[in-house]
């Protein structure tokens, strides 16, 4: 089997592989001459996973910095000029990993944004001249008085009162009319407002977070290797130049023990 022939070659190359493992929490995991994979990968994900592992550690050899920056693509591909590569890595990236795209991450980004205006118009129905971006004077007066004014931080507040006989009083932003029947329409709509701001604002982080993560030369560079095994015809297509540039130096040897892992993975006709 390809894949028993991939981790025999990758230990006599001085890495230590463990197919039993959580992968902390991924499909698989490289650091330092080791490699993981997850337990609770489907089977056909293993020699691409595997690969990608690989890539990292033959990335670690040309660029031993990669670890702390993530490497560059002017040292993966030897060339100052990397804008292009960049470009094609992305739709390469987009193609192998689906989620890379962030499109579940984006349109929940999209409802929170219609919500947040639909909060808005009824404000502007009693408050023509609100501003998110100014004090709303008038809720500030207001919500002073009340035990809602927690909810401005929290979406979940318990509140507990009295010495002898504690009272609990469990508040939240989405019965908001129920837990203050007389509060006005536009003031709750304003909470809500601002609960779906915060709400928007962690999804925004977690997308940047991930699209920072995504553009690493490092994962470009593995997710390059995981497409030309999934379909190197799509990749020639995604990235000419890429494709074209990274044969150049693999067949100068400038990947090291990179060929022979592509030898075991792929078929004759693909090399």
Do not use: W
């Amino acid at each position: 089997m390809k894949e028993k022939e991939l981790i025999k070659y990758f230990k006599s190359v001085g890495i230590d592989v463990h197919t039993l493992t959580k992968a902390r929490g991924h499909q698989g995991f490289y650091m330092k001459n080791r490699i993981d994979i997850s337990k609770n990968i489907s089977k056909e994900r293993v020699i691409p996973t595997l690969l990608h592992e690989f890539a990292h550690f033959v990335h670690s050899n040309i660029e031993p910095q990669m670890y702390k920056n993530g490497g560059s693509l002017e040292v993966l591909f030897d060339d100052d000029n990397t804008d292009i590569y960049a470009d094609e890595l992305l739709r390469v990236t987009n193609f192998v990993d689906n989620n890379s795209k962030c499109e579940k991450l984006l349109l929940h980004k999209s409802l929170i944004k219609d919500k947040i205006k639909d909060c808005e118009c009824i404000i502007k129905e009693r408050y023509p001249k609100f501003l998110r971006s100014k004090k709303f004077k008038e809720f500030d007066k207001y919500i002073k008085k009340s035990k809602a004014k927690d909810l401005l931080k929290y979406d979940r507040v318990k509140l507990v009162s009295g010495l002898l006989f504690k009272k609990v009083e469990i508040f939240s932003v989405d019965k908001i009319e129920k837990d203050f029947p007389d509060m006005p329409i536009e003031f709750v709509a304003y909470i809500r407002l601002r609960s779906l701001q915060k709400r928007q604002a962690r999804v925004s982080a977690k997308i940047n977070k991930l699209y920072k993560y995504y553009k690493k030369p490092t994962e470009l560079f593995a997710r390059l290797i995981e497409g030309l095994y999934l379909n190197p015809d799509t990749v020639k297509i995604l990235a000419p130049h890429t494709y074209k540039r990274f044969y150049e130096l693999l067949d100068f040897g400038y990947y090291d023990k990179l060929p022979k892992a592509l030898e075991i993975a792929y078929s004759p006709s693909i090399l």
